[in-house]
Structures are given as C-alpha cells and as structure tokens.
C-alpha cells in the first residue's frame, strides 16, 4: 500500500475499514466484502501479526472511545482475530 496515507490506495482501503466497522458496531450495510479472503495474500502474516494488531488496536479503541465502547470494540476485534488466525492455520 506504500506510506503515503493520503495516496487513492490509503484512502480507498480506510474507507472500506470504516464501512466493516460500521457494519460491525451499528449494523450499517455499507460494507459488502469478504475481510478473510484479502488476508490470505498477505506475505508474511503471521499470529504475531495479529498479536501487534490487538496491541494498537486495543489502545486505539481506549484513547477515542469511552470504556464501554471501547470494551466493545476490544471484544469484536479479538473474536476477529481468533477466527481469522484460525481460518489462516495461524493458531
């Protein structure tokens, strides 16, 4: 994807994290992917990985919501991780 968050590539694949998240906390129907399948072509990927991105992604949720919201987020992004870790063989 490069480093240039503000490139087409960046903005169009931010778009598309809001509309799963959106989908996931509100029920939104904007989001029509399939989040595992792009996870197999990634070179590298690895529990680690997804350990890392627990990580910033647990102190994330903590600095822009409030605990219970965060809490949530928390759980729903570990439960993803598990099945995507399981659904790569990275469990």
Same mark, same amino acid.
């Given at each position: %994807?490069g480093?240039?968050i503000?490139?087409r590539?960046?903005?169009e $694949?931010l *778009? +598309?994290?809001?509309?799963?998240? &959106?989908f996931i #906390? +509100?029920g939104?129907? *904007?989001?029509?992917?399939s989040?595992?399948a792009? $996870?197999f072509?990634?070179e590298?990927?690895? #529990?680690d990985?997804?350990? *890392?991105?627990?990580?910033?992604?647990?102190?994330? #949720?903590?600095?822009?919501? *409030?605990?219970?919201?965060?809490?949530?987020?928390?759980q729903?992004?570990?439960?993803? &991780?598990q099945?995507? %870790? %399981?659904n790569?063989?990275?469990?």
């Amino acid at each position: %994807m490069g480093d240039d968050i503000n490139s087409r590539v960046w903005q169009e $694949h931010l *778009e +598309l994290l809001s509309n799963f998240w &959106a989908f996931i #906390a +509100l029920g939104d129907l *904007e989001y029509t992917g399939s989040p595992l399948a792009p $996870h197999f072509g990634i070179e590298g990927i690895s #529990a680690d990985s997804f350990r *890392e991105w627990l990580r910033l992604f647990g102190e994330t #949720a903590d600095e822009v919501f *409030e605990e219970e919201q965060a809490d949530f987020f928390k759980q729903r992004s570990l439960q993803i &991780a598990q099945n995507f %870790m %399981m659904n790569l063989g990275l469990s």
